[in-house]
């Protein structure tokens, strides 16, 4: 008697008859610890806002509806969280391989909405589409993340050429430099400089032998005063007074507190004098809070200027969590990026958490005075409308990249007798 020929499931560690279906094992092969994280961060973000945004100006009918600001855009938060939820496990279980086709259809677009914003009359150059409001910079940088990370992979594939290193530097020079002029231009200097930590990241991991890193390093270093002193101000009106003013806090230079100063200033002063517990959440001004009194501008306390209120409120302790929360994202990521099964993943991984360092970095820099202002918000902690989607939906590539890091594939058994 013959046994009739059957499908079994080979992984890169073993082999056997799995009566689980291919989504079920997906559900099961989720990086938990990121999704805890992520969530722990966003639930704590929603928290903070409450008390960041409840001095925000709303309309009367939203002020009844909600009782309160702060209500109102937890409110919104929590529909972007939710909307950003579908985004994150759509692309965490379909396989990365088949998103990257998003790449030049992405990044066009995000070129093309780019203009759009620049020709409107809008200070934060946002587009409005379907009563929700977005900057196309953020857009451009996840779409320039999917082109890199699939060009330097399969570009050397259809000729050797493609994989000379000066080759893939200007691939990677282009596909950044083009979005970063754009929105230096726009005058959104944060969201311009999260490309510089990215592209650097990109030609690292991207194979860039290190005596080409070394020779644009100090090429860029003897060009920095060009670009700072003629370049800068001709893309950038605000650019170079944030960044004088940033220089004479730090060198201890006399600055104006009530003009160019006043934000730095009363922002790092929140954050300085917190201690280790804080004034309270939602502290008044009778509790010593600046926020309650309005030193933190309160316009922009519950998105660019949150962690001064997070450090103000809940003091070294609750910074401490944050930075150690975020520290543990970011060291996940690097532990996915290492598992992955090929270049295209490895890079995906490592340009979504340089972009997330640089968020960190220049938002919580910027209320310490380790960087100048430059108006950009927390990743999952700050309001800001769609961005909280594009980074779940970030996450979500990374979480893609961790369950089909084995290749699976069928094969049959021979015949077998009994």
Same mark, same amino acid.
């Given at each position: 008697?013959?046994?009739?020929?059957?499908?079994?499931?080979?992984?890169?560690?073993?082999?056997?008859?799995?009566?689980?279906?291919?989504?079920?094992?997906?559900?099961?092969?989720?990086?938990?610890?990121?999704?805890?994280?992520?969530?722990?961060?966003?639930?704590?973000?929603?928290?903070?806002?409450?008390?960041?945004?409840?001095?925000?100006?709303?309309?009367?009918?939203?002020?009844?509806?909600?009782?309160?600001?702060?209500?109102?855009?937890?409110?919104?938060?929590?529909?972007?969280?939710?909307?950003?939820?579908?985004?994150?496990?759509?692309?965490?279980?379909?396989?990365?391989?088949?998103?990257?086709?998003?790449?030049?259809?992405?990044?066009?677009?995000?070129?093309?909405?780019?203009?759009?914003?620049?020709?409107?009359?809008?200070?934060?150059?946002?587009?409005?589409?379907?009563?929700?409001?977005?900057?196309?910079?953020?857009?451009?940088?996840?779409?320039?993340?999917?082109?890199?990370?699939?060009?330097?992979?399969?570009?050397?594939?259809?000729?050797?050429?493609?994989?000379?290193?000066?080759?893939?530097?200007?691939?990677?020079?282009?596909?950044?430099?083009?979005?970063?002029?754009?929105?230096?231009?726009?005058?959104?200097?944060?969201?311009?400089?999260?490309?510089?930590?990215?592209?650097?990241?990109?030609?690292?991991?991207?194979?860039?032998?290190?005596?080409?890193?070394?020779?644009?390093?100090?090429?860029?270093?003897?060009?920095?005063?060009?670009?700072?002193?003629?370049?800068?101000?001709?893309?950038?009106?605000?650019?170079?007074?944030?960044?004088?003013?940033?220089?004479?806090?730090?060198?201890?230079?006399?600055?104006?507190?009530?003009?160019?100063?006043?934000?730095?200033?009363?922002?790092?002063?929140?954050?300085?004098?917190?201690?280790?517990?804080?004034?309270?959440?939602?502290?008044?001004?009778?509790?010593?809070?600046?926020?309650?009194?309005?030193?933190?501008?309160?316009?922009?306390?519950?998105?660019?200027?949150? &962690? %001064?209120?997070?450090? !103000?409120?809940? $003091?070294?302790?609750?910074? /401490?969590?944050?930075? #150690?929360?975020?520290? *543990?994202? @970011?060291?996940?990521?690097?532990?996915?990026?290492?598992?992955?099964?090929?270049?295209?993943?490895?890079?995906?991984?490592?340009?979504?958490?340089?972009?997330? &360092? %640089?968020?960190?970095? !220049?938002?919580? $820099?910027?209320?310490?005075? /380790?960087?100048?202002? #430059?108006?950009?918000? *927390?990743? @999952?902690?700050?309001?800001?409308?769609?961005?909280?989607?594009?980074?779940?939906?970030?996450?979500?590539?990374?979480?893609?990249?961790?369950?089909?890091?084995?290749?699976?594939?069928?094969?049959?058994?021979?015949?077998?007798?009994?």
């Amino acid at each position: 008697m013959k046994r009739t020929s059957c499908h079994v499931v080979r992984v890169a560690y073993g082999r056997w008859d799995d009566p689980m279906t291919p989504f079920l094992r997906k559900i099961l092969g989720l990086n938990w610890v990121l999704v805890l994280v992520m969530y722990g961060l966003l639930i704590f973000g929603v928290m903070m806002i409450e008390s960041a945004a409840r001095h925000v100006s709303i309309p009367k009918d939203m002020l009844t509806q909600f009782g309160s600001a702060g209500a109102y855009f937890t409110s919104k938060q929590k529909t972007f969280i939710l909307i950003g939820s579908i985004a994150y496990f759509s692309a965490a279980f379909v396989d990365y391989r088949w998103i990257r086709w998003l790449g030049i259809p992405f990044y066009v677009v995000s070129l093309a909405l780019m203009v759009i914003a620049m020709k409107q009359d809008d200070s934060v150059h946002q587009l409005k589409v379907a009563g929700f409001s977005f900057q196309p910079a953020q857009l451009g940088i996840t779409a320039g993340i999917l082109l890199i990370a699939w060009l330097v992979q399969d570009l050397p594939k259809i000729h050797r050429l493609f994989a000379a290193p000066f080759v893939r530097i200007g691939i990677i020079g282009l596909i950044a430099a083009v979005p970063f002029l754009m929105v230096m231009k726009m005058g959104d200097m944060g969201s311009a400089l999260v490309w510089i930590p990215v592209a650097i990241v990109a030609l690292l991991i991207g194979g860039i032998p290190f005596r080409h890193l070394t020779c644009m390093a100090f090429l860029g270093a003897g060009i920095l005063p060009l670009l700072y002193f003629v370049v800068l101000p001709l893309v950038s009106k605000r650019g170079p007074e944030r960044i004088d003013v940033w220089l004479r806090m730090v060198n201890g230079r006399e600055v104006d507190i009530s003009g160019d100063a006043y934000a730095p200033h009363n922002v790092s002063m929140a954050v300085g004098k917190a201690g280790w517990k804080g004034v309270g959440w939602k502290a008044t001004a009778e509790m010593g809070s600046l926020h309650d009194k309005g030193f933190i501008p309160r316009d922009t306390a519950h998105n660019d200027y949150i &962690f %001064a209120v997070i450090a !103000e409120e809940l $003091g070294f302790r609750g910074s /401490l969590l944050l930075l #150690t929360a975020f520290a *543990l994202l @970011l060291i996940q990521g690097l532990f996915i990026a290492f598992y992955s099964r090929d270049v295209l993943g490895r890079l995906l991984v490592c340009l979504i958490i340089a972009l997330f &360092f %640089a968020h960190v970095f !220049e938002s919580i $820099g910027m209320c310490v005075l /380790l960087m100048p202002i #430059t108006g950009i918000p *927390l990743p @999952l902690i700050s309001y800001s409308g769609t961005f909280v989607v594009i980074c779940m939906f970030l996450l979500g590539l990374v979480q893609s990249v961790w369950i089909h890091r084995h290749h699976q594939y069928v094969t049959p058994l021979k015949p077998a007798e009994t």
